[in-house]
């Protein structure tokens, strides 16, 4: 767990928290040591766990993450039955080590250690501890008292120990237990918690490592491939800067390709949209994560020649190109994901899972996703939105702030038009018009999935009852959009619930998340971005003259959490319109303003449900 590439150093973060999030059993003792001896650093951990019945046994399948450049030892592992006798001792020839190759990596250096600690007799404890040695690194250890949400942690503990002129930068927090000792040539701090537990996710929470107690610590001055330092964001771009020199040197026959491509363009924008289109169609992203742990990029003639590389590879290639076109662009680090953990501004060092392009231009600045073949020029969406990065500039690195999806970035529009028969049956067309994480999920299956996992998708997403699937197209006008249109038309039946001689019409679903109870929830409200839906629903109905109609009250409510607004009209002999907004704009609230947001769901739930356009027999 302890990999210092740091793509493995953030998914251990998230496998900590994350691999055994159903299951119950409890986590007697989870120790971890630190040790600094002559220039290397020495991760010991050590787990207890108590496997309470056939639900845990996922607990017993163990996984030990780590690099090939580092030396790995299992110190022991037991199976301790429940009268306190070890049963069985795992050896090294029970050990199955295989790559760790992750969803779409092509070559890493990870490796993974597994075995299992499986027994008949229930309950029992599983016991092991291992060690890692590494020569090279970023940091000390980013540590939480927690092995995994849903179950508690009894005991934990970190021992740190270095020599005594061996610099740190170190945050903790004030919640644990510390001591502090001095011991001849080396000192030592040991934090300890008990009874540690977490809940499980919930709707609108951030990222366990944004709230939880923990403590970082980085050596002040590394070596990691060449020297650096954590004095300063400068100072650690700047130590990038050194691990990458050279690599953004383009071939000759790349620049006369260049020259080729440019040629006849005026602006500095359209230069770099060429240029994008051209890493996007010539390139391919593959995880690449070999040679000083995965963070020393690639050089551009590794992708010239091979046609792929990874985020840093293909980044530094995307470099390379605008460089040689005479425009500056700055390699920017950042901690990717839609609900990524929000980098630290106070703690220099490696924070960031992911490198993308900043471009300045004089009166704008575009932002590459250089790992998408799909992705619209300029477009950074969920995946890195509204969250800082380290803009890499010698001298001169920085945290910036990545632009923040607006209201008319996230609008997700859908007309519905039903011609319906009196007896509720008929067809309707759906014509939705998706962006940010919808135009993110339909723009990939577009690209890159089979037609019946695209139809199975459209159908799962269409919220009519009694819905059959006809025909369907998935279309966007051109690369650059931002949107994606998605046509769909279909069959539905029982559009309308009666009672007596009164037919009700049944709306498209519309149902925000059950959330819980303002008393069980501990994590206080993260909206990462915007959430604006607008639906226009028409109603062909031609036998409407029979039937007196009877439209409900608009509905409007507001909440420091968003709005929500319905209404409905009759238009002409036969047609009657609904129309349904919400938006909820993005924030990030205290747990005490949770049950605001919880009132704020139950009433449009509730209200949505009574809103209902009723049509009486006029005979």
Known sequence: MNSMTWTAWWAALSVLVFSFSSLTAQVLEYDTKITIEKGKKITEKRYRILVKDKSDIGWADIDIFHDQKEKFQLIHANVVSKRGKVERRIKNKDIITTSNLSHGSFYQDGLVESFKLHWNEYPYEIDYAYKIEEKEFLYLTRWMPLVSKGATTLKASLMVEIPNDYEVIMKYDSSFQMQEKADGDTKKWTWTAVGVSLEEDDYFAPSAWEFMPQVAIAPAIFKYGVAGSNSSWESFGDWQIALNEGADELPLSEQQKVDELLAGIATDREKVRHLYHYLQDHTKYVNVSIDVGGLKSYPASYVCENKYGDCKALTTYMRALLKYAGIPAYYTLINSGSNAVAVDPNFTGTQFNHVILMVPLENDTIWL?????????????????????????????????????????????????????????????????????????????????????????????????????????????????????????????????????????????????????????????????????????????????????????????????????????????????????????????????????????????????QFVVILKDKT
């Open 369 to 609: 996703e250089n790992t998408s073949s799909i992705n619209p020029f300029n477009y950074l969406g969920t995946f890195t939105q509204d969250r800082w990065a380290l803009k890499v500039d010698a001298g001169k690195s920085e945290l910036i702030r990545t632009p923040a999806l607006q209201s008319e970035d996230v609008l997700n529009e859908s007309r519905f038009h039903f011609k319906l028969e009196e007896s509720g049956e008929g067809q309707v067309v759906i014509d939705r018009m998706l962006r940010n994480n919808q135009f993110e999920k339909y723009n990939y299956y577009d690209a890159h999935e089979k037609r019946e996992d695209q139809e199975e998708m459209i159908e799962d997403d269409v919220e009519i009852k009694h819905f059959e699937l006809n025909d369907w197209r998935i279309s966007k006008a051109n690369r650059d959009r931002t949107f994606i249109e998605v046509h769909t038309e279909g069959d539905c039946k029982k559009q309308f619930r009666t009672v007596g001689s009164l037919k009700a019409l049944q709306l498209p679903g519309f149902e925000l998340p059950n959330l819980k109870k303002p008393e069980e929830r501990e994590q206080l409200v993260q909206v990462r971005y915007p959430i604006h839906i607008v639906d226009s629903m028409m109603y062909d109905l031609p036998f409407l003259n029979k039937y007196s109609v009877e439209l409900p009250d608009a509905i409007n409510i507001d909440n420091t959490f968003g709005t929500f607004d319905i209404k409905s009209e009759r238009r002409g002999d036969h047609q009657i319109v609904v129309e349904r907004r919400f938006y909820m704009p993005a924030g990030r609230y205290p747990v005490e303003e949770y049950e605001q947001l919880y009132d704020f769901f139950k009433t449009i739930n509730k209200r949505h449900k």
